[in-house]
């Protein structure tokens, strides 16, 4: 799949005020000059001899506001544009006429008629201001956009002026063609105008505004964002309302052109020798924007209007207006939106409303955006609040990085699923299973060693296929359909209707904790300093300490205190202040446990390792005929200490429901919190009570895991002096920084303060929460 971005031009890379002084001038020609409306009699009509008189005049006849008005409604060509105006000047003066027999039927580019209507105005000598004009918000107008909203000028004309109108201000009708024509002579001037069409001006002596355009951003700027993008391999294509000459004109002046590849530029021209083509074989269709055909022709020089649309997310657009916005979409395209095409609050609402799926300031933040929309983490992060754009991104990202051409992705979002996603993918028949995990700081360049694992004897689910590229981890697995551990766990919890009982699952759990010892038994051996540091778990606790996300999370930050929200309580006092929970003085700050974790987690160490799963909690574990953990996941599997590997399935499989529902514990969450200033202490009173189920899975991991585990290992000569802090700072980090606390997204400010309560709480190794690991004496 080619990486391909489709920029439109104006509002995008070039200004287009010169387009919009240059419609004004048409305006203001149609209504002053003697060779057309002359609504005020003079003798001659002056052409302006300078850029600053040309938009005085423009101005005066077509306001800013009204030219953004129609940008917002999805009028995108800037000849259309101009003729919107046209038809709007043309209804008002035709309604001022006390006296218009003979004027219909309207045609308004023929001289004839012209004379005809010129007579009759100088009768009159209407007030013309652009004040009159019909406003958009029309009855008869509002709610209407792009091609659309030019053909109901024809019912507006109707209703003004009595008489029904129609087949004469339509898309393309003459009149609208003498306004481009008029359009190509005012943008042009003489010399390029004659080059370009190869005969005069109907008025020559027009400076051509095109001389005076001007890039909308410093050139510099603009060309670091380009080649940014094609540094990150993308291929640059341009699809543009203005003509080919006009579009490629300023860019070549720019130094700009030559980034863009020449078979994805897409102009007016190519555009309208398509529905000349069309026409010919009596297809009368309007392919300019929003209409998605310029930006197909764009991403895929082959396509033809009518055949079949390429995956959704195939391509991207860079644009500015609603109109772009709604050609992306029906192209399948994702769509990045500019603000900078849109200058007016109507147009910035417009433009929000019409859906684009990232919006940003201007083209110098696309290269961060494409990227972001690339990375996992995004749409880790979308999957529960805008999944079908998560969807999309993923199945580009199957193209991009893995060539798997899907044909559809869902994604199942679920509470455990607080650094990962998973969900189904479907080609033919055939479905697969997908997941992969997500770190933001990630530092390891490899994970998922199912293949390690499955050899030493773990019952775990073999990927058909595997991407191990730091920051882009995906596994396909074939799909499964055995519940999965934490599902079961959840219903037991909450008394709902379950599929097995707590004794099934208690004796599961106590399976696989004697199965878990038996595999660390086989394969203990000695790792050096080296070897050890780079096992993959040491992600789950050194580095997510280390390596950004503590930062990231805290830094700088407040939590609320649950009763009094006002109060705001800095990261860095919670971190210094004592801690006092349920009437104990805990014995270390959380300052001092996050030092002291930094310091025996430091992987640079030797150590006995085992080969285990690393983050075997209960998202990862499926239950197997009703007895039998089956592993998947294996994100963080390798050679690591025993004593890191026990942690994650300990903390998340027991202590843990409030990070996965935190808004729907807080409710019945019976946690105060006082912050004692002239102490320095921080109050805490909760009770640590466990559901029965996790309580009864709680012990069964101390007695047929931990106990004999420390046991084992102190008798070998494995057990290190420091095992204690070593376990207790693992412990630390998993309520700490699995996700952030202060993040009122993701949980309430209650929630926020018990999981530091359990982080500071787990960190201390003379607490009796997990007694047995006490109860091992060191001889």
Same mark, same amino acid.
């Given at each position: 799949m080619k990486k391909l971005i489709i920029f439109d031009l104006d509002g995008v890379i070039t200004s287009e005020e010169m387009y919009w002084t240059t419609a004004g001038l048409v305006l203001h020609e149609l209504l002053y000059s003697p060779r057309y409306w002359n609504v005020d009699g003079r003798k001659e009509y002056v052409l302006p001899r300078s850029v600053e008189e040309c938009r005085a005049l423009s101005e005066s006849v077509f306001p800013e506001p009204l030219i953004q008005g129609l940008k917002a409604r999805a009028v995108n060509s800037n000849?259309?544009?101009?003729?919107?105006?046209?038809?709007?000047?043309? $209804?008002?003066?035709?309604?001022?006429?006390?006296?218009?027999?003979?004027?219909?039927?309207?045609?308004?580019?023929?001289?004839?008629?012209?004379?005809?209507?010129?007579?009759?105005?100088?009768?009159?000598?209407?007030?013309?201001?652009?004040?009159?004009?019909?406003?958009?918000?029309?009855?008869?107008?509002?709610?209407?956009?792009?091609?659309?909203?030019? @053909?109901?000028?024809?019912?507006l004309a109707s209703d003004v002026l009595g008489e029904r109108v129609e087949d004469t201000l339509e898309h393309y009708s003459p009149s609208w063609k003498l306004c481009r024509d008029l359009f190509q002579e005012w943008y042009l001037g003489d010399v390029l105008f004659v080059q370009e069409y190869g005969y005069p001006p109907a008025e020559p002596g027009k400076l051509?505004?095109?001389?005076?355009?001007?890039?909308?951003?410093?050139?510099?700027?603009?060309?670091?964002?380009?080649?940014?993008?094609?540094?990150?391999?993308?291929?640059?294509?341009?699809?543009?309302?203005?003509?080919?000459?006009?579009?490629?004109?300023?860019?070549?002046?720019?130094?700009?052109?030559?980034?863009?590849?020449?078979?994805?530029?897409?102009?007016?021209?190519?555009?309208?020798?398509? %529905?000349?083509?069309?026409?010919?074989?009596?297809?009368?269709?309007?392919?300019?924007?929003?209409? #998605?055909?310029?930006?197909?022709?764009?991403?895929?020089?082959?396509?033809?209007?009518?055949?079949?649309?390429?995956?959704?997310?195939?391509?991207?657009?860079?644009?500015?207006?609603?109109?772009?916005?709604?050609?992306?979409? @029906?192209? %399948?395209?994702?769509?990045?939106?500019v603000r900078t095409g849109a200058r007016t609050e109507e147009a910035r609402i417009l433009l929000e409303r019409s859906g684009p799926d990232f919006l940003v300031?201007?083209?110098?933040?696309?290269?961060?955006?494409? *990227?972001?929309?690339?990375?996992?983490?995004?749409?880790?992060?979308?999957?529960?609040?805008?999944?079908?754009?998560?969807?999309?991104?993923?199945?580009?990202?199957?193209?991009?990085?893995?060539?798997?051409?899907?044909?559809?992705?869902?994604?199942?979002?679920?509470?455990?699923?607080?650094?990962?996603?998973?969900?189904?993918?479907?080609?033919?028949?055939?479905?697969?299973?997908?997941?992969?995990?997500?770190? %933001?700081?990630?530092?390891?360049?490899?994970?998922?060693?199912?293949?390690?694992?499955?050899?030493?004897?773990?019952?775990?689910?073999? #990927?058909?296929?595997?991407?191990?590229?730091?920051?882009?981890?995906?596994?396909?697995?074939?799909?499964?359909?055995?519940?999965?551990?934490?599902?079961?766990?959840?219903?037991?919890e909450m008394g709902q209707p379950a599929e097995t009982t707590i004794d099934q699952?208690?004796? @599961?759990?106590? *399976?696989?904790?004697?199965?878990?010892?038996? $595999?660390?038994?086989?394969?203990?051996?000695?790792?050096?300093?080296?070897?050890?540091?780079?096992?993959? $778990?040491?992600?789950?606790?050194?580095?997510?300490?280390?390596?950004?996300?503590?930062?990231?999370?805290?830094k700088d930050k407040s939590l609320p205190l649950p009763t009094s929200p006002e109060r705001q309580i800095p990261f860095e006092q919670i971190c210094a202040y004592r801690w006092r929970i349920n009437g104990v003085e805990q014995h270390r700050t959380l300052g001092e446990l996050i030092t002291r974790a930094t310091e025996v987690l430091r992987p640079e160490r030797e150590s006995m390792t085992v080969v285990g799963h690393g983050d075997a909690h209960f998202g990862n574990v499926f239950l197997e005929e009703g007895h039998e953990y089956l592993y998947f996941d294996p994100a963080f599997a390798g050679r690591h200490s025993p004593l890191l590997d026990v942690i994650k399935p300990l903390f998340h499989n027991v202590f843990a429901t409030w990070m996965y529902f935190s808004f729907e514990v807080e409710p019945n969450c019976h946690l105060s919190v006082r912050v004692n200033e002239s102490e320095h202490c921080i109050e805490v009173v909760y009770d640590f009570t466990l559901p029965s189920v996790r309580e009864a899975i709680l012990r069964t991991k101390r007695e047929y895991l931990l106990t004999?585990?420390?046991?084992?290992?102190?008798?070998?000569?494995?057990?290190?002096?420091?095992?204690?802090?070593?376990?207790?700072?693992?412990?630390?980090?998993?309520?700490?920084?699995?996700?952030?606390?202060?993040?009122?997204?993701?949980?309430?400010?209650?929630?926020?303060?018990?999981?530091?309560?359990?982080?500071?709480?787990?960190?201390?190794?003379?607490?009796?929460?997990?007694?047995?690991?006490q109860a091992v004496e060191v001889e």
């Open positions: 000849w259309d544009t101009c003729y919107a105006g046209f038809c709007l000047y043309l $209804i008002d003066v035709l309604a001022q006429l006390p006296n218009r027999d003979g004027l219909f039927p309207l045609r308004p580019e023929d001289p004839t008629w012209i004379a005809a209507f010129r007579a009759r105005v100088a009768q009159v000598k209407p007030v013309v201001s652009p004040e009159r004009l019909r406003p958009l918000t029309d009855p008869l107008l509002d709610g209407y956009g792009g091609f659309d909203l030019l @053909a109901r000028f024809e019912v051509g505004c095109v001389h005076f355009e001007q890039p909308l951003l410093p050139v510099a700027d603009l060309r670091a964002s380009l080649e940014n993008l094609k540094a990150q391999g993308y291929t640059l294509g341009i699809c543009t309302g203005r003509g080919r000459f006009e579009a490629l004109t300023p860019l070549q002046d720019y130094g700009l052109l030559e980034l863009f590849a020449e078979e994805h530029i897409v102009t007016h021209t190519e555009v309208a020798q398509t %529905e000349h083509l069309l026409r010919e074989q009596g297809k009368k269709m309007t392919l300019a924007k929003p209409h #998605p055909f310029p930006f197909l022709r764009a991403a895929f020089p082959e396509y033809r209007p009518g055949e079949p649309l390429p995956p959704r997310g195939s391509f991207i657009v860079v644009g500015d207006t609603t109109s772009d916005v709604r050609g992306a979409r @029906a192209g %399948e395209a994702l769509c990045i939106a300031d201007n083209v110098t933040y696309v290269p961060t955006q494409v *990227l972001e929309l690339d990375d996992l983490a995004t749409i880790q992060r979308l999957q529960f609040s805008e999944r079908a754009k998560a969807e999309t991104l993923l199945q580009r990202w199957f193209a991009l990085h893995m060539d798997l051409h899907v044909e559809s992705v869902r994604l199942t979002p679920k509470a455990v699923s607080l650094n990962s996603f998973n969900g189904f993918y479907q080609i033919g028949e055939e479905e697969y299973f997908f997941k992969t995990h997500v770190e %933001e700081q990630g530092v390891l360049a490899e994970y998922y060693n199912a293949t390690l694992l499955h050899e030493v004897g773990y019952n775990v689910v073999l #990927p058909v296929r595997s991407l191990r590229k730091s920051g882009q981890q995906m596994v396909i697995y074939p799909v499964i359909r055995w519940p999965v551990m934490f599902d079961l766990m959840c219903q037991m699952l208690v004796a @599961a759990e106590r *399976l696989e904790c004697e199965r878990l010892l038996r $595999i660390y038994r086989d394969t203990l051996a000695s790792a050096s300093a080296e070897e050890y540091a780079a096992a993959p $778990i040491h992600q789950l606790f050194w580095h997510r300490l280390t390596g950004g996300r503590l930062t990231s999370f805290y004999p585990l420390l046991e084992w290992l102190r008798s070998v000569g494995a057990l290190p002096d420091d095992w204690r802090e070593i376990m207790h700072s693992a412990l630390l980090c998993c309520p700490l920084l699995t996700i952030n606390l202060f993040d009122s997204q993701r949980m309430p400010s209650l929630i926020g303060w018990l999981g530091l309560t359990y982080a500071v709480y787990l960190g201390q190794e003379e607490n009796s929460v997990i007694p047995n690991l």
